[in-house]
């Protein structure tokens, strides 16, 4: 029993040094390659014309007013270097893991924290998500302080712990208004769990700094409502859309199966944590709101699935208090010392996965062609690109690479022009039929549509 600490510490040593090897090269991508069309649009039309742009413009969802409203303060606002633009989404990253790290050390489970680390962070799906310049990585340290705020509540009861979590549901539901699918319930269900009149206080409060911070473009949010499922679809229009938030940003891409039996598992767990110990009370809460969440979404069916990734965050929390209720309380020492030892060595072999198999390539890769084009092409060659032109603009230097609209034949045989085919759509890509025989294809690689396509004759 004594070396059991020793174990754990051990354990999660080795736990937290995967977890910086697996995520090091999503890191280091996120912070030298291109931004994708919603960063460079987030950044172009809000962030890059100052606060009172930010805070009174809402014509389309690509603003999240409180990320946005930090970076349009920030010096080179309208930098769009990916460590700058992403800056404040590294930050929020950072934070998190912070919050995560430090939550579970005054809890004296080192382990768990460590898993709970790695499976938010280590999932590189969650990770890119989080990373990127816009409001997400708030999402998930809201989500975060919530879980922590909550839990230190029923552990000790002090106001500090409900204004913090009333603060976090704010600034992260102005950040991203699908936030208060998950902040409003919780802040419901401590309420009618505890009878606290604080945290109806808090509830009230925190609502009305919500309407507060979005009294000015109230009129562009509900009309983005109102056509939201026009121009985005039924993203939540069924149960499958649990699945695919959990696969995607919780369980490494696994299969649907792995998904259902992981919610099976957190269901049944469930049925093991006591109302009457603090930290299991916060956890079912947590579950709670989680749920409340889900069913909010499936009833409005239009949350696209990135905007609701926070709530693995939750959902780690809950897995990992029944974790340790079923392992390192039911058992006395040897269940404690298998669990750990198992546990350990899966997180080491996914881990292990992701680090042999895993190659960073960005979402659009705008900046590596503009790159390309000034690496291999001499200055004032003209460049027709149909596809968001603007996007390549933001990173090509006009000056020195003049973009046209037409297509000349006898300058593309010359050499003078080139066409960059960056449409990941197959109704808007380029018709090479059109081009003359002989041309040279140059691939960027990105995620989307497989790479861009610069062509070009020799």
């Not at 699908?178 to 009878?195: D, K």
Request: aromatic content about 12%; hydrophobic content about 50%; some cysteine.
């Amino acid at each position: 029993g004594k070396c059991l600490p020793l174990l754990n510490g051990i354990a999660a040593v080795i736990v937290l040094v995967v977890t910086l090897i697996a995520i090091f090269p999503e890191v280091r991508g996120m912070a030298t390659t291109s931004l994708w069309n919603d960063e460079i649009y987030s950044i172009q039309n809000f962030s890059s014309k100052g606060p009172g742009k930010v805070l009174t413009d809402l014509h389309a969802p690509n603003n999240h007013l409180f990320f946005n409203l930090l970076n349009s303060v920030t010096p080179a606002s309208d930098s769009l270097y990916p460590a700058r633009a992403r800056l404040w989404s590294f930050l929020a990253t950072a934070a998190l893991g912070i919050v995560i790290a430090g939550h579970y050390l005054q809890l004296r489970q080192p382990l768990v924290g460590a898993m709970v680390l790695f499976l938010i962070m280590a999932n590189l799906t969650n990770l890119d998500t989080m990373l990127q310049a816009r409001g997400y990585g708030f999402l998930a340290l809201g989500a975060a302080l919530c879980c922590h705020g909550v839990v230190r509540y029923f552990q000790r009861g002090t106001t500090r712990d409900i204004i913090l979590v009333a603060v976090a549901v704010w600034l992260a539901t102005w950040s991203v208004p699908s936030f208060v699918f998950f902040g409003g319930p919780l802040l419901l269900l401590v309420t009618f769990a505890t009878r606290d009149l604080r945290w109806l206080w808090a509830g009230m409060g925190c609502l009305a700094l919500i309407v507060l911070s979005y009294w000015v473009v109230q009129n562009q949010m509900l009309e983005n409502a109102v056509n939201y499922e026009e121009k985005w679809g039924l993203a939540f229009k069924d149960w499958d859309a649990v699945s695919i938030v959990l696969q995607r940003y919780l369980l490494f891409e696994g299969p649907p199966w792995v998904a259902f039996l992981f919610a099976a598992a957190l269901i049944v767990g469930a049925q093991s944590l006591r109302w009457s110990r603090p930290e299991e009370q916060a956890a079912l809460l947590l579950g709670a709101a989680v749920l409340a969440a889900w069913l909010i979404c499936l009833i409005m069916r239009t949350p696209i699935p990135r905007s609701v990734a926070f709530i693995v965050v939750p959902i780690s929390f809950l897995a990992a208090q029944i974790l340790q209720r079923i392992i390192y309380r039911k058992g006395r020492v040897i269940l404690p010392i298998v669990g750990t030892l198992i546990l350990t060595g899966a997180i080491l072999w996914q881990g292990g996965h992701s680090i042999s198999t895993f190659t960073f390539t960005p979402i659009e890769n705008w900046l590596g062609t503009a790159r390309r084009i000034e690496r291999d092409f001499p200055h004032n060659t003209l460049v027709l690109a149909d596809f968001r032109p603007m996007r390549l603009g933001a990173y090509l230097k006009g000056s020195d690479y003049p973009m046209v609209k037409t297509f000349d034949r006898e300058q593309f045989l010359r050499g003078q022009l080139i066409v960059v085919d960056s449409s990941f759509y197959e109704k808007d890509r380029w018709d090479t039929s059109g081009l003359p025989s002989g041309y040279r294809t140059v691939q960027v690689p990105q995620r989307r549509g497989d790479s861009q396509k610069i062509y070009c004759f020799p």
